[in-house]
């Protein structure tokens, strides 16, 4: 798109400025969902973008004041300006659309939990390799065939005002097991990093032998709950560097268990507590000690969407503690 030919005025309407670039909107959208002030770098990552490439970014936007440096020399970070006039409203608007996934897929919960119909496995595809231009997502669910068609007449009716009220499309796709067994073998990044909404991971109606080499089945509940362990260690990494993440994560848990099924708001109640009365440092050991309740919350673990698709793989493939440091922290 070219330039226009006339430009507006930087007092009546400074947003042309602010969020003028792909590159102005991810760095404020990064910093308006952060608690605390983050270093170049970390902002990089949180944005998506090169660390190099921010600067001059950077530079525009604080020229216009909307964010500021803090600290002194190497050790200086990036915050919104408070002060700005437009950083508040910026902040919501931002918060705003980071809820928005987690109010659908909590709509998408309540339709389960409600339906007459049982389900095996529902889930939300991965939205974080959809492509540029998708307008909706994909929700797989696995059912026995005399169900089948059963829920889908269900989900055709129910659908449509979940759709209307987030102004998003939802492509459905029912399977027997036979046919997400066939699915794995055509389409296995259907099954990478769902969003679970109802039953159990969809990998886990697999048999052995059907996942991908890539990502074998654990041989053994003790590896099940070793990659479980790995991700929780991920996650304690990101708490201990941004401890504002606690709060974050008791949000959403809060959001979700008042849509969960029974079996599922016990467990997040119990996370909740642990989130609410454990310090940082205690709740990052907890997120690893080996005690029985820690290995069996291990296997509902909250804010794994504080991980990257890229850093999650990267943990799920390590085999020792350093290696996790590794892939968080590129240390």
Do not use: C
Not at 121 to 142: K, M, N, Q
Not at 144 to 173: G, I
Not at 252 to 264: K, V
């Amino acid at each position: 798109m070219r330039p226009p030919k006339r430009l507006q005025s930087r007092i009546l309407q400074p947003l042309n400025e602010i969020l003028g670039t792909h590159a102005n909107v991810r760095l404020i959208r990064a910093l308006s969902l952060s608690s605390t002030p983050l270093t170049s770098g970390e902002l990089a990552r949180r944005a998506d973008l090169g660390r190099t490439s921010i600067y001059p970014a950077l530079r525009e936007l604080e020229f216009v004041g909307i964010v500021e440096f803090v600290g002194a020399g190497a050790q200086r970070q990036l915050q919104l300006r408070e002060r700005h006039p437009l950083a508040p409203g910026l902040k919501d608007l931002f918060r705003a659309e980071a809820r928005r996934f987690d109010e659908l897929t909590a709509a998408l919960r309540e339709l389960f939990v409600e339906s007459p119909v049982r389900v095996l496995s529902a889930w939300v595809e991965d939205v974080t390799t959809a492509p540029r231009t998708a307008d909706g997502v994909r929700l797989y669910f696995v059912a026995t065939p005399e169900d089948k068609d059963a829920l889908s007449d269900y989900l055709d009716e129910r659908l449509p005002a979940v759709e209307r009220a987030q102004d998003l499309h939802v492509v459905v796709t029912g399977l027997t097991r036979s046919e997400l067994e066939a699915l794995s073998r055509t389409q296995g990044s259907a099954l990478d990093n769902p969003t679970l909404l109802e039953g159990v991971p969809p990998n886990g109606l697999l048999r052995p032998h059907r996942i991908g080499a890539a990502k074998p089945a654990p041989a053994s509940h003790d590896e099940h709950d070793a990659r479980a362990r790995r991700l929780a260690l991920a996650i304690a990494l990101k708490i201990k560097r941004d401890p504002g993440l606690i709060v974050l994560a008791q949000s959403r848990l809060e959001r979700r268990s008042q849509r969960a099924s029974p079996r599922e708001r016990r467990e997040l109640r119990e996370w909740l507590r642990a989130l609410s009365t454990m310090s940082p440092a205690r709740l990052r050991a907890f997120f690893i000690e080996d005690s029985e309740r820690a290995t069996r919350l291990r296997q509902s673990l909250p804010a794994l969407n504080f991980l990257s698709a890229a850093e999650r793989q990267a943990v799920l493939r390590s085999r020792t503690d350093r290696e996790v440091v590794a892939a968080v922290t590129g240390r």
